[in-house]
């Protein structure tokens, strides 16, 4: 009786399970889940890329630039809302997600009213220079001058390994803000620093890399053409053409001399050539397995900025085979990157930012219009006009490419003086570069900011209070500021157009017309990865989320 009693109680047990809602299973079961969250951000930069140079050069890649343009969500009308294109003010642009206004690093140097002096946007002698290469004491760098939080430094902030390198300290510096785990830059004197501003001495697993990859190595290589030379768009020697130190304008590169041994100038060539971008992809290798980056609970960060191309276009202009082959060899380059994340991290555990802090304008030479007029002009036309004026005295402090800053008892008198201030604008306006002049107080505003004139704003959106100049030139197309091969830092489509390109976790494919530009990374790759990160003016680019930042 008792057997029977149990049996039907076990049966009734069971039909009453059957009848229970289900409790909550695996994802599969539950429906559809948010995807995890990747656990690695990365930047990746690469110096002077104009958007051109991905749809004209394309059809040459096969390897990482290729699956980045076809796997990755590619804005291609992204472009950089403000005048001053250059290399600081575009890195900490990517690096915080804000504008010259808000982050200050408005060129790649600028006056400092209180010294006097001009230095780089990093230079600060307040701080260590910390050598990797046993070179002797030099400049040193911070981020003191970078006035927002860095991405980088946000992920530091809460628990993540913050990693960033490139050839130069001003790339390096502004990606990686104030705090990070290791922060390294090429010195031109021919070996690796960092700054005591990240650190009391050498990163012990960048040291270990550094010595078991001494730059000699590369001392007999020879930079030819990777592909035939018929895969090149026009021709290898062009006039206007530059000829860095001892190479000539057409290929082979050698970086060493026959019975040579390294030096200034081998050093000067080995940052041109190829070979030093797949050095740094190498140098980020090693920091991904050293510190098991992304392969932890926290969320960690790597930033490489790859400058050679800047280096390579300054010298032999955007229509060079150098600029082409340096393209191919980096396609590759970025492959072997991403190949090794894939393996390490994980394809689904990361995600990646990819852009450029700057274009590049076309050699006069090659487009049949413009020219180059040196700072020097805007500076000797001014102080004679002032002088006229004024009377005698020295009253052009300083020209910063765009930037021009008048001695203190200049800027007044000219204050009182419409006149005076009519001929100063007069004069710059005559140099055959200069298109407009804005006075400070004339794109000083948020009104300015917002302005349906795209020229006053974009000079207004490079402009900071304390840092910028008195008078603001805008160089007309095709001129440059600069007696160099070629230059960039305008407002020009061909400095301001640069790829903004999201790959990997959470990520949707596919080419993105929408407006776009590099200080939307930084929110969405914080956004993705789910890192709360201070305001920015930039947006998570929710179009290309498969859960946008919105939700």
Request: with cysteine.
């Amino acid at each position: 009786m008792l057997k029977t009693r149990l049996t039907r109680t076990a049966a009734l047990a069971a039909l009453l399970a059957m009848l229970a809602p289900a409790p909550p299973g695996p994802a599969a079961a539950r429906g559809p889940q948010p995807p995890a969250r990747p656990r690695l951000i990365v930047l990746l930069v690469v110096d002077q890329l104009r958007t051109s140079y991905l749809t004209e050069y394309g059809g040459t890649f096969s390897a990482g630039l290729q699956r980045l343009m076809r796997g990755g969500a590619w804005f291609t009308n992204a472009a950089y809302p403000y005048m001053n294109t250059v290399t600081c003010a575009g890195h900490a642009t990517i690096g915080t997600g804000t504008l010259p206004h808000e982050h200050g690093m408005i060129l790649n140097g600028w006056l400092d009213r209180r010294s006097g002096r001009t230095p780089y946007c990093t230079d600060d002698p307040s701080e260590t220079h910390i050598s990797y290469s046993n070179l002797p004491p030099g400049q040193a760098d911070s981020p003191k001058n970078l006035l927002r939080p860095s991405l980088g430094e946000q992920v530091h902030d809460r628990g993540g390994r913050s990693v960033v390198m490139s050839l130069k300290s001003r790339s390096a510096v502004t990606l990686a803000g104030h705090e990070a785990d290791a922060v390294v830059w090429f010195d031109g004197r021919g070996g690796w620093s960092t700054s005591s501003a990240y650190t009391r001495k050498p990163v012990p697993f960048i040291q270990e890399f550094i010595d078991a990859n001494p730059l000699s190595a590369d001392y007999e290589k020879v930079w030819e053409r990777s592909l035939d030379p018929g895969a090149y768009k026009y021709e290898d020697d062009a006039e206007g053409e530059g000829r860095p130190t001892g190479w000539t304008r057409t290929f082979p590169h050698p970086l060493g001399t026959p019975g040579g041994a390294p030096d200034a100038a081998y050093y000067s060539r080995w940052q041109r050539s190829p070979f030093a971008d797949e050095y740094l992809a190498r140098m980020g290798i090693s920091a991904v397995d050293a510190l098991k980056l992304g392969q932890s609970e926290t969320t960690d960060f790597l930033a490489i900025s790859f400058s050679s191309l800047d280096l390579v276009g300054h010298a032999y202009g955007p229509r060079s085979h150098e600029v082409q082959d340096l393209l191919v060899r980096l396609d590759r380059t970025i492959g072997r990157l991403l190949d090794h994340l894939d393996r390490t991290v994980g394809a689904h555990n990361y995600v990646l930012g990819f852009s450029s802090d700057h274009g590049v304008a076309d050699l006069p030479e090659h487009v049949g219009a413009g020219g180059r007029q040196p700072g020097r002009q805007a500076f000797e036309a001014l102080s004679k006009t002032l002088q006229t004026a004024l009377g005698p005295g020295d009253h052009v402090a300083a020209v910063a490419y765009t930037d021009v800053y008048l001695a203190p008892e200049t800027n007044r008198q000219l204050r009182r003086n419409p006149r005076a201030m009519t001929a100063a604008i007069d004069a710059l306006r005559g140099l055959p570069a200069v298109d407009r002049v804005f006075r400070a107080d004339e794109i000083a505003s948020s009104e300015a900011r917002a302005s349906d004139d795209p020229v006053r704003r974009a000079a207004a959106l490079s402009y900071h209070r304390d840092r910028s100049g008195d008078l603001i030139l805008v160089p007309k197309p095709n001129w440059l500021f600069s007696s160099a091969v070629t230059t960039h830092g305008t407002h020009h489509a061909y400095d301001r157009e640069v790829p903004v390109i999201v790959f990997g976790a959470s990520i949707k494919g596919g080419e993105y017309a929408g407006a776009a530009t590099p200080a939307d990374l930084a929110p969405t790759l914080a956004a993705v990865a789910g890192v709360r990160i201070r305001r920015t003016d930039g947006r998570p680019l929710d179009e290309a989320l498969a859960v946008p930042a919105s939700r």
